[in-house]
T-cell receptor, first 113, second 113 residues
Framework: AQSVTQPDIHITVSEGASLELRCNYSYGATPYLFWYVQSPGQGLQLLLKYFSGDTLVQGIKGFEAEFKRSQSSFNLRKPSVHWSDAAEYFCAVGNTGFQKLVFGTGTRLLVSP | DGGITQSPKYLFRKEGQNVTLSCEQN?????MYWYRQDPGQGLRLIYY???????QKGDIAEGYSVSREKKESFPLTVTSAQKNPTAFYLCASSWASQYNEQFFGPGTRLTVL
């Protein structure tokens, strides 16, 4: 069965600094991968997704992610963090056939002034 | 505006009572989902439905029930058999083909007293 690991529960980054959130997946076939963001008490918003093709994927709000098959990773990056980026971030992997997603446990991003 | 609505946003119930959470979408999506979110555990799938009048159990279906009588509606009932119902519940929808991301509603926080 597929699984997703987000090894960092919390990360604190200074405003203006770069960000990388880690995501490792376990899946037998070619995965399709997602990053979602959740503000406190809200639903999830899709940041970006990877299905095939270019392994560097651009998303909304200046985020990007790189698919590395050899490392089973799909890390999320942003070159310069804004205070409004403070939220919880979830990585998810899709199942074969019908679209069942398996989510990681999330990483909470704190942005310091 | 197209989207997913969940009501109510906050719900309080006494132990032993059944409660129904509403989820409506006007995106014309075929598939709908219910997730439960607990701190530090990510999102866990309760039930999902690919078409009207059909639904399947997810990973944690015990103590929950659903119906899908209309394409736009997928209500979730939390029964008295659910041992620990206090949680944040998220509804999502998507096209029923592969590679399509899920769109999430704003969530309902259920507290059982």
């Amino acid at each position: 069965a597929q699984s997703v690991t987000q090894p960092d529960i919390h990360i604190t980054v200074s405003e203006g600094a770069s960000l990388e959130l880690r995501c490792n997946y376990s899946y037998g076939a070619t995965p399709y991968l997602f990053w979602y963001v959740q503000s406190p008490g809200q639903g999830l918003q899709l940041l970006l997704k990877y299905f095939s093709g270019d392994t560097l994927v651009q998303g909304i709000k200046g985020f990007e992610a790189e698919f590395k098959r050899s490392q089973s990773s799909f890390n999320l990056r942003k070159p310069s963090v804004h205070w409004s980026d403070a939220a919880e971030y979830f990585c998810a992997v899709g199942n074969t056939g019908f679209q069942k997603l398996v989510f990681g446990t999330g990483t909470r991003l704190l942005v310091s002034p | 505006d197209g989207g997913i609505t969940q009501s109510p946003k906050y719900l309080f119930r006494k132990e032993g009572q059944n409660v129904t959470l509403s989820c409506e979408q006007n995106l014309n999506h075929d598939a709908m989902y219910w997730y439960r979110q607990d701190p530090g555990q990510g999102l866990r799938l309760i039930y999902y439905s690919q078409i009207v009048n059909d639904f399947q159990k997810g990973d944690i279906a015990e103590g929950y029930s659903v119906s899908r009588e209309k394409k736009e509606s997928f209500p979730l009932t939390v029964t008295s058999a659910q041992k620990n119902p206090t949680a944040f519940y998220l509804c999502a929808s998507s096209w029923a083909s592969q590679y399509n991301e899920q769109f999430f509603g704003p969530g309902t926080r259920l507290t059982v007293l």
